[in-house]
């Protein structure tokens, strides 16, 4: 017997990582993928905390216009956190190798925030997540950028890549979340959501 999900409709992703794409669908949702360029500015005192969130909203604000009648949309944004500093996705090897470096025996935040939407409101909120990172040696960090080339993930690594199964210590939060859906937060979120609608 075939039993149904929560949400059956088909939900807007607003997004172009294909790892966004790949946790929605493991988790059961039907998505329509459909990408714009949107400025992800946000003002220069925003909290770090709030940063993801801001700019999920924001792309929100853009997709709203895309939406079908009575569709639930999807956008989100991942922030990564050193201390004080926000690492972004890296311009190039240099940079990338700059950031793993500073990664390197130290602990981070992940910051994901997520904006579910429909024609008469929105419901924005953000996972944090910390990740502890072993030791690398410059060649480690030649390896990873040489063969994975994270140059498109914000703090130039993918959780899920070579250096997540061999690199990290401990994380304390959601895993999806570095990848860049805290799924645990979505479903929930998105269930309460949808008895709303």
Request: hydrophobic share 40%; net charge negative.
């Amino acid at each position: 017997m075939k039993v149904s999900f929560p949400y059956t409709g088909t939900i807007l992703l607003g997004s172009k990582s294909p790892r966004r794409s790949q946790l929605m669908k493991e988790a059961g949702f039907t998505i329509e993928v459909k990408t714009l360029d949107v400025d992800e500015q946000y003002p220069e005192d925003t909290p770090i905390p709030e940063i993801a969130a801001f700019v999920a909203k924001k792309k929100a604000d853009e997709y709203l216009s895309l939406l079908d009648h009575k569709q639930i949309g999807l956008t989100a944004d991942t922030v990564v956190a050193l201390e004080d500093q926000i690492l972004e996705k890296p311009i190039d090897f240099d940079e990338a190798f700059e950031m793993l470096s500073q990664l390197s025996n130290r602990s981070h935040t992940v910051y994901t925030g997520v904006c579910i939407f429909n024609s008469k409101k929105m419901d924005v909120f953000t996972g944090a997540s910390e990740v502890y990172f072993k030791p690398f040696s410059n060649r480690e960090i030649e390896y990873y950028l040489l063969n994975y080339a994270p140059f498109d993930k914000a703090g130039s690594y993918g959780i899920q890549e070579w250096i997540g199964l061999t690199k990290i210590e401990k994380i304390v939060g959601s895993y999806s979340n570095i990848m860049g859906l805290p799924m645990e937060l979505v479903y929930d979120h998105l269930y309460s959501f949808d008895q709303k609608v």
